[in-house]
């Protein structure tokens, strides 16, 4: 069974950077798509960005600019860079990643880590 484990969060002041990672865990697998989502107090969980096995890229509008999303194929691991961050980015941030076993992809989600931003 395959594992996604966040880590990475923490309290931080707005304007200031985390760097968040997911590692991948396991055997007998290979990923596809990874993403990154967030969920507020209250709010419904939302994508932040996501990132392709060749590296194609996509974000949230709310984070272009000041997120970055990457990857390391052959530790198994996404990261997302977080600068300049806002008390709106305060949330749980979620990995999630398409896991290939017998060319059947199957859906993982991490447990998350809090990112909060003071004011």
């Known amino acids: 069974q395959v594992q996604l484990v966040e880590s990475g969060g923490g309290l931080v002041q707005a304007g200031g950077s985390l760097r968040l990672s997911c590692a991948a865990s396991?055997?007998?697998?290979?990923?596809?798509?990874m993403g990154w989502y967030r969920q507020a107090p209250g709010k419904q969980r939302e994508l932040v960005a996501t990132?392709?096995?060749?590296?194609?890229?996509v974000y949230a509008d709310s984070v272009k600019g000041r997120f970055t999303i990457s990857r390391d194929n052959a530790k198994i691991t996404v990261y997302l860079q977080l600068n300049s961050l806002k008390p709106e980015d305060t949330a749980v941030y979620y990995c999630?990643?398409?896991?290939?076993?017998?060319?059947?992809?199957?859906?993982?989600w991490g447990q998350g880590t809090q990112v909060t931003v003071s004011s």
């Open positions: 999630n990643a398409y896991v290939v076993v017998k060319t059947i992809s199957y859906l993982y």
């Open positions: 396991g055997s007998g697998f290979s990923i596809n798509t």
């Open positions: 990132i392709t096995s060749g590296g194609s890229t």
